[in-house]
Nanobody, 120 residues
Protein backbone atom coordinates (compact mmCIF):
# COMPACT_ATOMS: atom_id res chain seq x y z
CA UNK A 1 0.00 0.00 0.00
CA UNK A 2 1.19 3.51 -0.84
CA UNK A 3 -0.09 6.97 0.01
CA UNK A 4 0.96 9.61 -2.49
CA UNK A 5 0.49 13.20 -1.33
CA UNK A 6 0.57 16.18 -3.66
CA UNK A 7 -0.57 19.78 -3.99
CA UNK A 8 1.81 21.62 -1.70
CA UNK A 9 3.58 24.79 -2.74
CA UNK A 10 4.38 28.39 -1.99
CA UNK A 11 1.46 30.78 -1.49
CA UNK A 12 0.98 34.25 -0.08
CA UNK A 13 -0.88 34.82 3.16
CA UNK A 14 -4.60 34.79 2.53
CA UNK A 15 -4.25 32.43 -0.38
CA UNK A 16 -5.53 28.90 -0.91
CA UNK A 17 -4.15 25.45 -1.67
CA UNK A 18 -5.70 22.02 -2.04
CA UNK A 19 -3.75 18.93 -0.99
CA UNK A 20 -4.51 15.47 -2.34
CA UNK A 21 -3.52 12.03 -1.11
CA UNK A 22 -4.13 8.95 -3.22
CA UNK A 23 -4.02 5.49 -1.66
CA UNK A 24 -3.11 2.55 -3.87
CA UNK A 25 -2.33 -1.13 -3.50
CA UNK A 26 -4.16 -4.16 -2.15
CA UNK A 27 -6.81 -2.20 -0.28
CA UNK A 28 -9.91 -3.87 1.09
CA UNK A 29 -11.23 -0.84 2.98
CA UNK A 30 -10.08 2.42 4.53
CA UNK A 31 -11.20 3.59 7.95
CA UNK A 32 -10.14 7.03 9.23
CA UNK A 33 -8.04 9.27 6.99
CA UNK A 34 -6.31 12.39 8.17
CA UNK A 35 -3.84 15.18 7.59
CA UNK A 36 -1.01 15.98 9.96
CA UNK A 37 1.66 18.65 9.76
CA UNK A 38 5.09 19.25 11.18
CA UNK A 39 6.80 22.62 11.25
CA UNK A 40 10.58 22.92 11.78
CA UNK A 41 11.47 22.37 15.42
CA UNK A 42 7.94 21.33 16.34
CA UNK A 43 6.17 18.03 16.87
CA UNK A 44 3.83 16.57 14.30
CA UNK A 45 0.26 17.67 14.98
CA UNK A 46 -3.16 16.61 13.78
CA UNK A 47 -4.76 19.02 11.32
CA UNK A 48 -7.98 17.22 10.41
CA UNK A 49 -9.44 13.73 10.30
CA UNK A 50 -12.38 12.20 8.45
CA UNK A 51 -14.07 8.90 9.18
CA UNK A 52 -15.23 6.49 6.50
CA UNK A 53 -18.79 7.70 7.04
CA UNK A 54 -17.79 11.33 6.54
CA UNK A 55 -17.70 12.75 10.07
CA UNK A 56 -14.85 15.20 10.54
CA UNK A 57 -12.70 16.74 13.25
CA UNK A 58 -10.37 19.72 13.00
CA UNK A 59 -7.62 21.29 15.04
CA UNK A 60 -8.83 24.54 16.57
CA UNK A 61 -6.17 26.46 14.64
CA UNK A 62 -7.67 25.52 11.26
CA UNK A 63 -11.40 25.42 11.98
CA UNK A 64 -13.36 27.54 9.55
CA UNK A 65 -10.41 27.76 7.13
CA UNK A 66 -9.62 24.15 6.16
CA UNK A 67 -11.98 21.50 4.82
CA UNK A 68 -11.15 17.81 4.74
CA UNK A 69 -12.96 15.49 2.34
CA UNK A 70 -12.54 12.07 0.77
CA UNK A 71 -13.51 10.17 -2.34
CA UNK A 72 -14.13 6.61 -1.20
CA UNK A 73 -14.51 5.32 -4.77
CA UNK A 74 -11.01 6.45 -5.70
CA UNK A 75 -9.42 6.11 -2.24
CA UNK A 76 -8.38 9.76 -2.28
CA UNK A 77 -8.18 12.27 0.54
CA UNK A 78 -8.28 16.05 0.14
CA UNK A 79 -7.55 19.11 2.24
CA UNK A 80 -8.84 22.44 1.00
CA UNK A 81 -6.94 25.21 2.75
CA UNK A 82 -8.25 28.78 2.61
CA UNK A 83 -7.10 32.00 4.27
CA UNK A 84 -3.64 30.55 4.75
CA UNK A 85 -1.38 32.10 7.38
CA UNK A 86 2.41 32.01 7.73
CA UNK A 87 1.96 29.78 10.79
CA UNK A 88 0.41 27.14 8.51
CA UNK A 89 3.85 26.62 6.97
CA UNK A 90 4.82 22.98 7.51
CA UNK A 91 5.36 19.62 5.91
CA UNK A 92 1.90 18.08 5.55
CA UNK A 93 1.47 14.32 5.83
CA UNK A 94 -1.54 12.20 5.00
CA UNK A 95 -2.43 9.20 7.11
CA UNK A 96 -4.90 6.38 6.65
CA UNK A 97 -6.01 3.32 8.60
CA UNK A 98 -6.20 0.68 5.90
CA UNK A 99 -7.36 -2.92 5.89
CA UNK A 100 -5.47 -4.74 3.16
CA UNK A 101 -6.50 -7.82 1.26
CA UNK A 102 -6.24 -10.89 3.46
CA UNK A 103 -6.32 -8.96 6.74
CA UNK A 104 -9.13 -8.12 9.12
CA UNK A 105 -7.64 -5.27 11.15
CA UNK A 106 -6.43 -1.86 9.95
CA UNK A 107 -2.84 -0.69 9.89
CA UNK A 108 -1.60 2.89 9.82
CA UNK A 109 0.00 4.13 6.62
CA UNK A 110 1.69 7.48 5.96
CA UNK A 111 2.32 9.50 2.84
CA UNK A 112 5.70 11.05 2.09
CA UNK A 113 4.76 14.62 3.00
CA UNK A 114 4.15 17.68 0.87
CA UNK A 115 5.57 21.09 1.77
CA UNK A 116 3.27 24.07 2.29
CA UNK A 117 4.96 27.45 2.63
CA UNK A 118 2.94 30.59 3.32
CA UNK A 119 4.73 33.91 2.88
CA UNK A 120 3.69 37.03 4.77
Amino acid sequence: VQLQASGGGLVQAGGSLTLSCAASGSIKSIRNMGWYRQAPGKERELVAVIASGGSTNYADSVKGRFTISRDNTNNTLYLKMNSLKPEDTALYYCNAAIITTGRWTPRDYWGQGTQVTVSS
